[in-house]
């Protein structure tokens, strides 16, 4: 096969995988309504390249744990600032528990946390990586705690002076029902180009953890874990195995130290 025609067939893939996940989409949406007035817990896992554009079509009144796994567009701040903060509030006026397993929440985390999610208890992310530099001050202005390490603490107060940033710096009051916060990281694989994302990760780690042990988080159970990169493989069977376990009364992925993790790991 020669390159054009490669890239011919590469195209055509592509197409027809789009038209699939807009057909997906479509159903989706279907279901989600039809099953809206009753749902009260949620698990949806993402397993291609690009995100899907999945939204959430009318209220869903009983619903009190989500779970998700891929790039979340549903919860990106373009998405969510169409119908107002009231507006996607009032959509989950019961959900307590949210557990998110993607790369993309460096911008998501003020808002899910707090702005549009006021009931919250429970709040997790997971298989985050060296790529998540902002995490660690994107969750101190989220929580209302200025971060422990100097120059990132200096950043922030010039963030927030500034008028133009407004909108991020009104994100200072935590979520009043807020008991539990767990971030799960992953190390990168060995060899090449690793040892460098570990040594970001490090970096990310390590401010995560001062954020932890730190004053501030008043009343708020903060666990910081890391785990080997090759875990992160087995996320989608985690997820339906979590699911179900929580439904039987269960701790699913709400573990409160390592070694509850690490079980976890093998539900």
């Given at each position: 096969?020669?390159?054009?025609?490669?890239?011919?067939?590469?195209?055509?893939?592509?197409?027809?995988?789009?038209?699939?996940?807009?057909?997906?989409?479509?159903?989706?949406?279907?279901?989600?309504?039809?099953?809206?007035p009753?749902?009260?817990?949620?698990?949806?896992?993402?397993?291609?390249?690009a995100?899907?554009?999945?939204?959430f079509?009318?209220?869903?009144?009983?619903?009190?744990?989500?779970?998700?796994?891929?790039?979340?567009?549903a919860f990106?701040p373009?998405?969510?600032?169409?119908?107002?903060t009231?507006?996607?509030?009032?959509?989950?006026?019961?959900?307590?528990?949210?557990?998110?397993?993607?790369?993309?929440?460096?911008?998501?985390?003020?808002?899910?946390?707090?702005?549009?999610?006021?009931?919250?208890?429970?709040?997790?992310?997971?298989?985050?990586?060296?790529?998540?530099?902002?995490?660690?001050?994107a969750?101190?202005?989220?929580?209302?705690?200025?971060?422990?390490?100097?120059?990132l603490?200096?950043?922030?107060?010039?963030?927030?002076?500034?008028?133009?940033r407004?909108?991020?710096?009104?994100?200072?009051?935590?979520?009043?029902?807020?008991?539990?916060?767990?971030?799960?990281?992953?190390?990168?694989?060995p060899?090449?180009?690793?040892?460098?994302?570990?040594?970001?990760?490090?970096?990310?780690?390590?401010?995560?953890?001062?954020?932890?042990?730190?004053?501030?988080?008043?009343?708020?159970?903060?666990?910081v874990?890391?785990?080997?990169?090759?875990?992160?493989?087995?996320?989608?069977?985690?997820?339906?195995?979590?699911?179900?376990?929580?439904?039987?009364?269960?701790?699913?992925?709400?573990v409160e130290?390592?070694?509850?993790?690490?079980?976890?790991?093998?539900l």
């Open positions: 096969m020669t390159w054009d025609q490669q890239r011919v067939h590469d195209m055509k893939v592509q197409e027809e995988r789009a038209r699939w996940d807009g057909r997906f989409c479509v159903t989706s949406i279907a279901l989600l309504t039809l099953a809206a009753t749902l009260r817990t949620l698990c949806v896992m993402e397993d291609g390249v995100p899907l554009p999945l939204t079509p009318c209220e869903f009144p009983h619903l009190r744990e989500l779970s998700w796994k891929g790039k979340i567009l990106e373009s998405a969510l600032s169409v119908g107002g009231s507006r996607f509030a009032a959509t989950f006026p019961a959900l307590e528990r949210v557990h998110f397993i993607t790369t993309a929440v460096d911008g998501i985390v003020p808002i899910i946390l707090l702005t549009k999610i006021p009931t919250i208890t429970h709040f997790r992310i997971s298989n985050i990586g060296y790529v998540n530099i902002l995490l660690p001050d969750l101190a202005r989220a929580l209302g705690v200025k971060p422990s390490y100097p120059r603490a200096q950043e922030l107060e010039d963030h927030d002076a500034d008028p133009q407004s909108s991020t710096s009104s994100l200072s009051t935590p979520s009043p029902h807020l008991r539990q916060l767990i971030i799960h990281g992953t190390t990168s694989a060899g090449g180009w690793c040892w460098h994302y570990n040594r970001e990760w490090t970096r990310i780690h390590s401010r995560l953890e001062a954020l932890a042990r730190g004053p501030g988080l008043s009343g708020i159970r903060m666990l874990l890391e785990r080997p990169w090759f875990r992160a493989l087995r996320w989608p069977h985690r997820m339906r195995d979590h699911w179900l376990d929580r439904m039987q009364g269960g701790r699913g992925c709400w130290s390592e070694a509850q993790e690490v079980v976890s790991e093998g």
